[in-house]
C-alpha cells in the first residue's frame, strides 16, 4: 500500500486559486527492494575491492600511494568506494556528447565502452533526431535560427565574441547596461544587475549580503549554489523542512527569541532563502505564506528563479507573477539567463541601492569577465519577445503552449499509473523509479527509442527516490509528447505505479544532477 502526500495550502487566504503539490510516499515493499538492491550491490562492491586489493582484478580509479598515507587524504574512501561500484555501472547514461542545438530535438555523438564504462569510444556515428526531454529549454529559445539567432549572429560582428575585462574596467559595454535596465523592468524592480555565470550568482552574492552575526534560513531542498554561498558567507545557517511553513516560523520565532548563540544578542539579519522552482521535486515556493512570514518576523527574503523565471507565470516573469504579488515584498530577486531564455549567466534585482552596494562589493562583479556580446544579445532579444515588445505575439504563444504542454504531460503520466511529484503547473517533472537497477534501465531504453532522458539517483536524491527527471518545453508538439508507450517492448515491468502495472515508457530526456545546471 501507498499514500499520497498531498501538500495543500494551510492559509488559503492568501492564495488566489487553489495549491495543491503531491508527493506519494515510498510504498513499503519498493523501499525494502531498493534498500536490498544498494544492499547487495555494496556487498558485491566490497568483494570487488577485495580482488583489486591482492591484484586480482585492476582497479582503474586513483588510490593514496603508501608514501602518503601520513598526509591529509585527497580521496574520500565513500565517494571512491561509490564511484567505482554503483556509479560505474551507470555512468552511460550521463555525459553523452551532443553534437546539435539542445532543442526539442538533438543529436548524440554516438559512443561505446568495452571495459565496463570506465572510457568510452566514439563510433563515429551519430544518432539522430532524439526527443530532448532534459534540457531546460522551456521556451523554446534554444535554437540556431529565428529572431535571437540573428541578432546574436549582428552583435557579435559588432562587438566580437570575447569582451577580455571586468565591467568596473573596460569591460562594460553598452548592451550590457541595456540589458540590465530591461530586466529590471521585466521584473518590476528599481534595478538589476547581471553576471557571467548562474552558480556564482549565488555563491558570490550570497556572502556580500550577509556574514557573521547573521541568520540564513534555508530550505533543506535548496540548491547546491544556494548552499555553498551561505557556507561562504559565514553566517549561521539553519534549515527548514521543504516549504514547510511551520517548520520556517518556528525557526524565526526561536531566533528571535533566543537570539545569537551564548550572547544572546539580536540577530544583524534574518535572511531567508528559497527557489521557486526545485528543479528536483517540480515543486513551487509558498511564496504567498513565506512572504506574509518574512513581514511578520522583519527578515529579509532571497529568491532563486533559475527554473521559474520564464516558465511560470501568465507573463512568463517567475512565480512573483505566477502568485500575483508584489515584486516589492521580495527583498532580492536572483535568477539565471540560461533556462527559458537559451543564453547563459544570472541576475539580481531588488532596490537600487542593493544593486549599487553589490556593484561595490560582490567578487562576481568586480573579478569575473564580462559576459559576451551575443550572449547579452540573445538575453535582450528573448525577453523582448517574452514582454511582446517585438511586435508580434510569439512570446505570449509560447508561455501558453508551455503551460499547456505541462497540464498535457503531467496528466498523462498520471493516466498511466506512474508516481510523479510536484505541483501540476511545474514544467519540471520528476517521474519515479526508486531501485538502483531501474535507474540506468530507464535511460538506457529510452535511448534505444531516440528519446533523451534525465536520471538520477543517490546521492543527489535520497537513497530511495530514484527518478527520472523530465523537462517539458515549449517547443515540443503534441506528437512528440505522445510518443508511442512502448508497452509491446517492454517483458518486465520497469516502475511501480499507482495502481496498475506500469508497463509503459512515456516521453523523457537527458541532462545532470541537483547540483548542476546553474
Known sequence: MCFCNQHVTHNPSLYKKPFVESFEETPLLVAVLTYMGYGILTIFGYLRDFLRHWGIERCHVAREREEQKDFVPLYQ???????RNLYMRIRDNWNRPICSVPGAKMDLV?????????????????????INMGSYNYLGFAENTGACADAAVEATHKYGVGVGSTRCEMG??????????LVARFLGVESSMAFGMGFATNSMNIPALTGKGCLILSDELNHASLVLGARLSGSTIRVFKHNNMQSLEKLLRDAIVHGQPRTHRPWKKILIVVEGIYSMEGSIVRLPEIIALKKRYKAYLYLDEAHSIGALGPNGRGVVDYFGLDPKDVDIMMGTFTKSFG???????????????????SHSALYATSMSSPVVQQIITSMRIIMGEDGTTLGADRLRQLSENTTYFRRKLHEMGFIIYGNDDSPVVPLMLYMPAKIGAFGRE????NIGTVVVGFPATPIIESRARFCVSAAHTREMLDTPAFVEHFEVPLF??????ALAISQSMESEKRSGGR
Open 110 to 130: 554516438e559512443r561505446v565502452s568495452h571495459d565496463y564504462n570506465w572510457t568510452f569510444k566514439h563510433t563515429g556515428k551519430v544518432v539522430k533526431d532524439v
Open 446 to 449: 529510452m535511448l534505444k527509442r
Open 172 to 181: 562594460n559595454l553598452d548592451i550590457h547596461e541595456e540589458m540590465e535596465q
Open 77 to 83: 574512501d565513500f565517494e571512491n568506494f561509490y564511484t
Open 496 to 501: 511501480p505505479s499507482l495502481e496498475k502495472p
Open 343 to 361: 543564453a547563459a549567466g544570472g541576475y539580481i534585482g531588488g532596490k537600487k541601492e542593493l544593486i549599487d552596494y553589490l556593484r561595490r562589493h
